[in-house]
């Protein structure tokens, strides 16, 4: 006769949750809670992305001009007056501790939609911090903060409360998406819950930026490549040219993600000739997105482009010049600066001054690495080296970018760790193994625990950097 169940059985019994449902209630859950321990326009970039939201709300896709050949949008003055009040005195304080007052009379601005101002584009600053610099970005990613935006204003709701009710919506769907991603996947579903519940991937689905809904839709990509490289149904794949579509329609910088499609064997999809119908449309997707981002950052230039894109073409000419000492400083910059990415990658909040502990960071990554070696692919040698090197490559496009884009007296500046999040499952697929302790039923309680405390050692210190 089997004695009574003790208190841990029962909890690992009651803890056996799927990775889709465990992703959802704590991308939730702690998604809100991060919304409201943020101040107001306190994630990367955050003021930019909300007035191209607010731009797009009105129609308004591409930016506008004024004389003097000037980009950029006209808003309401209390948009501006808005950001202001969460921004310190000097151009280099982004950000302040949190004030109820300040926030208390933030919700009481009233909108005033027709008083506006010309806010211009990088280069023609209204003040040392706060441009039109979203305005190269395609309308994509903004529709869900548009959506939201437009919303608050038939309610004639105060500035700050279409912010959080942008965040808000951002949030809902980049987790809806994140969920679907993880239902869909028949493989590293554990890995892809870990990587997607990340304090920084969390924080940037809560924020009005277009990596709230990017970061979602790489792991749904990924996820649809997994799901008809394991099918045997032989059908076209248009979940898969969908997920491409909108995921190449948001930001430049990630062509490469999708065309790990291209490695899925063509017997999965019914043949040699289907599959050259699937590749030639995949490859046309692609080739839209890559078009479309183009056309957006194009018809962003301004007159004042002209000494930074001189910059730009220098320095590329060197590189072509020199190869071998570019890729040489390139690695020695990733050699240096890998540990301080990483502890980005994992959650570097704020206006990335808001660090986790050290612990923390070693923790979130040791886990995923070892869920990645549990419930990874067996075999398909093809799709592995397919991910590893649209992997690889894509860093080194990214690298050179933000070579090309850095100021003169630095070699590279402002490559932030959250720009690997897209490239995570990439990474992903190419590294992961399966084994049978996947089946340990301890496994699903032990990462719900730890992704509890990793998320809420994130909410502890987010509340000291703003409230304490």
């Known amino acids: 006769m089997d004695g009574p169940e003790s208190p841990a059985a029962r909890f690992i019994r009651m803890s056996r949750v799927s ?12 998604g809100l809670t991060f919304i409201a321990l943020s101040p107001p ?91 039109y610099s979203a305005a190269g970005y395609p309308p994509m990613g ?18 700050v409360a279409l912010l959080y009710a942008a965040r808000v919506t951002n949030l809902l769907l980049g987790t809806f998406i994140g969920w679907l991603a993880i239902r869909r996947t028949p493989w590293l579903r554990w890995s892809f819950a870990w990587c997607l519940l990340l304090p920084m991937a969390v924080y ?6 277009p990596d709230s809904l990017l970061i979602s839709l790489a792991f749904l990509v990924a996820a649809e490549v997994l799901r008809v490289a394991s099918s045997t149904s032989g059908g076209f794949p248009l979940w898969l040219l ?20 291209l490695a899925i064997p063509p017997h999965r999809l019914g043949g040699g000739w289907r599959w050259v119908r699937y590749a030639a449309a995949l490859l046309t997707v692609v080739a839209l997105g890559i078009a479309i981002t183009f056309a957006f950052l194009q018809g962003a230039k301004t ?34 600066e890998l540990g301080l990415r990483m502890e980005e990658f994992v959650g570097n909040l704020g206006w990335l001054d ?59 500046d402002g490559f932030q760790g959250r720009y690997l999040l897209p490239l995570a499952p990439l990474l992903l697929v190419a590294a992961g193994r399966r084994t049978e302790r996947l089946d340990q039923p ?26 304490g």
Do not use: C
């Not at 482009?305 to 072509?320: D, F, M, Y």
């Open 19 to 30: 990775p889709a449902t465990l992703f959802l209630f704590l991308s939730i859950g702690f």
């Open 41 to 131: 326009f306190q994630a990367p970039d955050e003021p930019a992305h909300f007035l191209r939201s607010w731009a797009i709300s009105e129609g308004k896709v591409r930016s506008e001009s004024a004389p003097g050949a000037i980009r950029g949008a006209y808003v309401p003055r209390a948009l501006l007056d808005t950001i202001r009040l969460f921004f310190g005195p000097s151009p280099h304080a982004r950000s302040l501790p949190a004030d109820l007052k300040v926030l208390r009379a933030a919700f009481e601005m009233p909108l005033e939609p027709d008083d506006r101002v010309f806010i211009a584009a990088p280069g023609h600053r209204l003040s040392p911090r706060i441009s």
């Open 142 to 159: 903004y529709l869900p903060s548009s959506a939201a935006i437009l919303g608050g204003r038939l309610l004639e709701a105060s500035p």
């Open 204 to 209: 940037m689905r809560g924020s009005v930026n």
């Open 242 to 261: 969908a997920a491409t579509a909108l995921f190449g329609a948001i930001k430049p910088g990630y062509p490469l993600v999708p065309l790990l499609g």
């Open 303 to 336: 007159a004042t482009h002209g000494s930074v894109e001189e910059e730009s073409a220098s320095r590329l000419q060197a590189v072509i010049a020199a190869p071998a000492a570019f890729t040489l400083r390139a690695t020695a910059f990733w050699l240096d």
């Open 354 to 412: 808001t660090r986790l502990p050290s612990v923390a960071v070693l923790l979130a990554l040791w886990v995923l690495f070892a869920l990645s070696q549990v419930d990874g692919m067996r075999g398909r040698p093809g799709l592995r080296g397919a991910a590893a090197a649209l992997f690889l490559t894509t860093i080194a496009l990214l690298t050179l970018h933000t070579h090309l884009a850095s100021r003169p007296e630095h070699f590279i």
């Open 442 to 467: 301890a496994l699903p309680a032990g990462v719900a625990v730890l992704a509890f405390l990793l998320l809420a050692t994130a909410s502890f210190v987010l509340f000291g950097r703003y409230w």
